[in-house]
């Protein structure tokens, strides 16, 4: 079924092992690159694709996300006494953007069961999802790309991004047959294979389109690795019966939840900012320097 999509579910209830401590109290997805949080370039990817409506799938610990996407009066008062109006109307505009909505998933049993909690929200619409602790830098919208494939072609439409063959292993990697540039129909998908048995080097990247279908093969998965129900086994249960497609979007993915991948954006938003570039680059530079000095040492030890 081809419809136009405006509804967007952000899943953002993880625990977040792989950042402990930071994690402990707090959302992952309230890691800032640099000043903004992490979850506010996704939500700003979902409207600049034309979505309307979002749900974000939340859980303990979660508030300071509804507190971000709130306005906050009493602030909003000190800036405007001090005169401070760009940053009063960039604050604004942050509890402006969308209509957003929060739903509890009560016990973490994964991604799957995550987006089975927005079940009566996206009723019976085609919905995208885009991961709330991962980062698309693209000139198009990534979610937005997906969504011209769906239009095009109906049915769920999965992201995909080309990873390095050493690193599939750390990936969920597709098989498919190509339909047209970029365009994919699933045949299969497999979760972390060694790089000699990866099928591909495409690797499925934290932006879907789905359909309500979704929710049947969901609530029919069993808990696969760590007794969770996995959002790729239900696709490809899907991908049996009806076309399951991928898209390779254009564009950088950045995971805020591995730290290595954390770092990286941090240093490369840093230098995207004009505010920011001209004092950040030297230092850069002149660490680059002592690096390549130290390491012919290093080498010789
Ligand atoms: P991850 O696969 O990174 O899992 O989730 P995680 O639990 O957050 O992190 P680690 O692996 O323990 O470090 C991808 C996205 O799905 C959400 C997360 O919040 C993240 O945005 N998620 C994951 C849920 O909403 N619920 C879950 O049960 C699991």
Redesign the pocket.
Known sequence: MKARVTKAVI?????????LPATKAQP??MLPIVDTPTIQFVVEEAVASGITDILI?TGRDKRSIEDHFDRNLELERRLASAGKTTLLRNMRRISEMAHIHYVR?SE????G??ILQARCHVDNEPFAVL???TIIHSEQPCVGQLMKVHERFGGPVVGLEKVPLEKVSRYGIISGSRLAPRVYRLTDLVEKPEPAKAPSQLAIGGRYILTAEIFNYLERARPGKNG?IQLTDALLAQAQVMPVYGHHFEGIRYDI?DRVDYLITQVEYALRRDDLRRQFEPYLKQRMRLLAKASPRRNRT
Do not use: S
Request: net charge negative; no cysteine; proline share 4%.
């Open positions: 899943p953002a209830a993880g625990f977040g092992t792989r950042f992952k997805e799938i998933q973490q049993l994964g991604l069961h995550a991961l709330g602790d969770e939840g």
